[in-house]
């Protein structure tokens, strides 16, 4: 099992520029989870799937930021257009039903300049 | 609602020593509580959890915490400190099973000092 994967691992790009970080969980995982990581706010959960549909986007900080499922093995979280206060660790977690816990990935440092 | 309360956000063990990292938690009803741990630039992975089974619970690399109700504590523990354990530790809380919605702690970053 490669575990969850996430690309790419590192992202700089200019402020007002289209960021695309991608996602394919564990698969037979049913859940997936977008977190974002600062020294400032620590973990924040954005937004999680089950079985593909979004559960709960209330942690999507605004309307700059969206993300899809279309199938059970690939996620986006997209940002349009990017801002410096967007710069963290982006990190996708995948779980199943009757599962106890989160698989993570190791993260995508995004930075913004 | 449930939510965690992680106590020092930082910590300094000698090699050797006791690791004792503190966790609390509020909630309604029984939860299940994890903790997990992330070395520098990677994901976080799960530590250990707890699922009513046992108070006692042992996870890997010989850490160990304990349930304690009356305490609503989850306190995390390992008798001896490695180097390797320098990491940052997250203890979090879900009403759900742990795959649905976590909440999770402002992370414990522990050092080791040789």
């Known amino acids: 099992d490669a575990g969850v994967i996430q690309s790419p691992r590192h992202e700089v790009t200019e402020m007002g520029q289209e960021v695309t970080l991608r996602c394919k969980p564990i698969?037979?995982?049913?859940?997936l989870f977008w977190y974002r990581q600062t020294m400032m706010r620590g973990l924040e959960l954005l937004i999680y799937?089950?079985?593909?549909?979004?559960?709960?986007d209330s942690g999507m900080p605004e309307d700059r930021f969206s993300a899809k499922m279309p199938n059970a093995s690939f996620s986006t979280l997209k940002i349009q257009p990017s801002e410096p206060r967007d710069s963290a660790v982006y990190f996708c977690?995948?779980?199943?039903?009757?599962?106890?816990?989160?698989?993570f990935g190791s993260g995508t440092r995004l930075t913004v300049v | 609602a449930q939510s965690v309360t992680q106590l020092g956000s930082h910590v300094s063990v000698s090699e050797g020593a006791l690791v004792l990292l503190r966790c609390n938690y509020s909630s309604s009803v029984p939860p299940y509580l994890f903790w997990y741990v992330q070395y520098p630039n990677q994901g976080l992975q799960l530590l250990l959890k707890y699922t009513s089974a046992a108070t006692l619970v042992k996870g890997i690399n010989g850490f160990e915490a304990e349930f304690k109700k009356s305490e609503t504590s989850f306190h995390l523990t390992k008798p001896s400190a490695h180097m390797s354990d320098a990491a940052e530790y997250f203890c979090?809380?879900?009403?759900?099973?742990?795959?649905?919605?976590?909440?999770f702690g402002t992370g414990t970053k522990l050092q080791v000092i040789p």
């Open positions: 977690a995948s779980s199943y039903t009757g599962g106890y816990g989160y698989t």
């Open positions: 698969s037979g995982h049913d859940y």
């Open positions: 799937f089950n079985n593909n549909v979004p559960i709960d």
């Open positions: 979090a809380v879900t009403l759900s099973g742990g795959y649905q919605k976590v909440t």
